[in-house]
Nanobody, 124 residues
């Protein structure tokens, strides 16, 4: 059974950076499309970034394009989300997700497996 474990959340000032990690247990990373989603209080969960199996294609939401970068390390079975120039509106719980499909998307319903989430707070 696949298990996703996120880490790296925390408190950061506006303009700061954080890197989130998501380690997969039970599946080899190269068999999965991976994504990061976030959910702010009172709001729906939204897709932030995704990466295909080969790591050759990344998809970003418009709100984070140019500031966030998703990457994967097959040797460590880990996916990363590098977040730069963070804004207060980036705050929320960040979830790692995985899907066994073939299309790299930011659609929540496409993803089959979810982590527990890690809190990101952006505040001065």
């Amino acid at each position: 059974q696949l298990r996703l474990v996120e880490s790296g959340g925390g408190l950061v000032h506006p303009g700061g950076s954080l890197i989130l990690s998501c380690t997969t247990e039970g599946f080899h990373l190269d068999s999965l499309i991976m994504g990061w989603f976030r959910q702010a209080p009172g709001q729906d969960r939204e897709g932030v970034a995704s990466i295909n199996r080969m790591g050759s294609r990344q998809v970003y939401s418009e709100s984070v394009k140019g500031r966030f970068a998703i990457s994967r390390d097959y040797a460590k079975n880990t996916v990363y989300l590098q977040m730069n120039n963070l804004k207060p509106e980036d705050a929320g719980v960040y979830f790692c997700a995985a899907e066994e499909g073939t299309i790299t998307t930011l659609i929540e319903g496409d993803y089959d497996y979810w982590g527990q989430g890690t809190q990101v707070t952006v505040s001065s």
